[in-house]
């Protein structure tokens, strides 16, 4: 599910206007959402889509419900390519790699994992390759919130 985020419209930066093939910030809108599985918020999503490439149904529902954003525009058969992956957490400590590591070890320390994991930009094109929106996903910590699963004879 997504959940429309009331918040003021993130100006476009240049290179996004451009990748958007647009001339004017004026020719897009912005959409912020929280894409979520149940309670758990899995990623904040920051959009940005020329109208003007949209069916006047897509636009209605983009500006007036919580519908995600791909599941509108699915009738434009999109194709998405990455413009940027950041990592902004990693469960390994810096220089894990030359770390003597005891496996022998009884206790680990807590893995305490931050509200951010990682960071995705994407362009996303119609069916005729023109360029309609620009996503900007943050994917949170709750993608590793997971139940421990029941153990056998505890049901």
């Given amino acids: 599910m997504a959940d429309r985020v009331p918040a003021a ?3 476009a930066t240049a290179e996004q206007m451009q990748r958007l093939h647009v001339k004017d910030s004026s020719e897009l809108r ?7 599985c149940g309670k758990h918020v899995l ?3 920051d959009n940005w889509y020329v109208p003007e490439r949209l069916s006047a149904e897509m636009n209605r529902l983009l500006e007036t419900t ?3 954003l791909g599941k509108v525009v ?3 058969q999109p194709t998405r390519s990455t413009i940027e992956v950041q ?3 990693s469960a390994m ?3 894990w790699s030359c770390a003597r ?4 070890a009884e206790t680990f320390p807590a893995l305490e994992i931050p509200s951010a994991l990682f960071q995705v930009r994407a362009l996303l094109r119609g069916a005729d390759g023109l360029p309609f929106s620009e996503v900007n996903e943050v994917y949170q910590g709750a993608l590793l919130n997971f139940t421990e699963p029941a153990r056998e004879g505890s049901r």
Avoid: I
């Fill in 9 to 11: 419209a993130k100006p």
């Fill in 74 to 76: 699915a009738g434009l």
């Fill in 93 to 95: 400590p810096a220089g």
């Fill in 66 to 68: 919580d519908a995600p």
């Fill in 30 to 36: 912005y959409r912020s959402v929280a894409l979520r």
């Fill in 101 to 104: 590591f005891d496996p022998s």
């Fill in 43 to 45: 990623s904040r999503a």
């Fill in 87 to 89: 990592t902004l957490w």
